[in-house]
């Protein structure tokens, strides 16, 4: 799945979001777990210029009902940029390759033909130290988010900060875990 979120946004510059485009891929990696999706994100539409990978595994957790994506990142990830490609360069990781921020897995529930997906409020910390409330909603042919940070000092709701709903425009491909089973 290829996901450019160039069309139909305000620009960075008003407040809207940078110019990213995310390759997605499923991967199957008995070294690290089942149901794993790799991303790698580039910016201002040139796939040389990549500023994250993150590797996703799915989950289910059955006393919320839910799906839970649980979003790991990479301590090298100069190694694998290109894997989206390339995806033997994910060959030899293991579980000690992967960095698991605490209190950053997602939920998603079932709503309507798609799944809504929300972090714990509160739980999630960047590496700047700002507490993320993500949203997600993904359906055939549909991928919206919000991503919105506010400072951990911060009472909720944060007055400057707006939870802005953006409709990706492009979306080659279905969402591969759509259609995941188990």
Not at 113 to 137: E, K, P, S, V, W
Request: charged share 25%.
């Amino acid at each position: 799945m290829v996901i450019d979120r160039r069309r139909g946004l305000t620009s960075y510059f008003d407040g809207g979001h940078a110019h990213v485009n995310s390759k997605v891929i499923a991967v199957d990696h008995p070294g690290v777990g089942k149901h794993l999706l790799y991303v790698e994100d580039s910016l201002d539409g040139d796939e040389n210029n990549v500023f994250r990978q993150k590797l996703y595994q799915l989950t289910t957790d059955v006393d919320r009902g839910a799906v839970v994506l649980t979003l790991h990142s990479f301590h090298e990830p100069e190694g694998i940029v290109g894997a989206h490609k390339n995806p033997s360069l994910l060959a030899g990781l293991t579980g000690e390759d992967l960095k698991q921020r605490p209190g950053c897995k997602m939920y998603f529930r079932p709503l309507g033909d798609g799944y809504l997906g929300a972090l714990d409020y509160g739980a999630c910390t960047t590496d700047t130290g700002m507490l993320a409330d993500n949203r997600m909603f993904i359906a055939p042919g549909l991928y919206w988010f919000s991503d919105t940070f506010r400072p951990a000092s911060a009472r909720r709701p944060h007055a400057s900060i707006d939870q802005n709903w953006h409709r990706l425009m492009r979306v080659a491909g279905e969402p591969a875990w759509l259609s995941a089973q188990d």
